[in-house]
């Protein structure tokens, strides 16, 4: 069985977002070794200057780097990233289960986004939309998409 994770930068902080979460975590159990990971998140000023948010990049991109299982096929949820329906991205799942990947890590920043180092290191860069979503959102999101692409690929009857 394939191991999905989020890996993402901080925790969530309201309740409706952990307790969504967790609803799709508990059905993708049938289809995956489902898993949220969260790296710590830098502290930051309110209006920080360039080299800060560099710095910050910098040393959440470190800690997401190191999370990352040998050999798993990491995936950037970043803005410049190519944006896929849901179809496109069940069939990239299947893909790269097919091809051997045993583990697939989609990655989510914190506010400021990802650094250089982890979307380099990544296999796929991926983009929700051209819109911005806060990254509690663009996680749930995220979760939905991957319990759709799972029902999309075994025919279930929730993606219609």
Known sequence: MIGI???CVG????RYWTEACEEYAKRLKGFCQFRIVEVEEERISDKPLPAHIRSTLEKEGQRLLSAVPKGAAA???CIEGCQRTSEEL????????VSGCSHIVFIIGGSWGLSDEVK???RLRMSM???TFPHQLARVMLCEQIYR????SGGGKYHK
């Open 149 to 152: 692409a799972f029902q999309i």
């Open 5 to 7: 994770t989020i890996l």
């Open 120 to 122: 380099q290191a990544a």
């Open 90 to 97: 069940a069939q990239e799942i299947t893909e790269m289960a």
């Open 75 to 77: 995936v950037a949820m």
């Open 11 to 14: 925790k969530l902080k309201e």
């Open 129 to 131: 939309s051209k819109m």
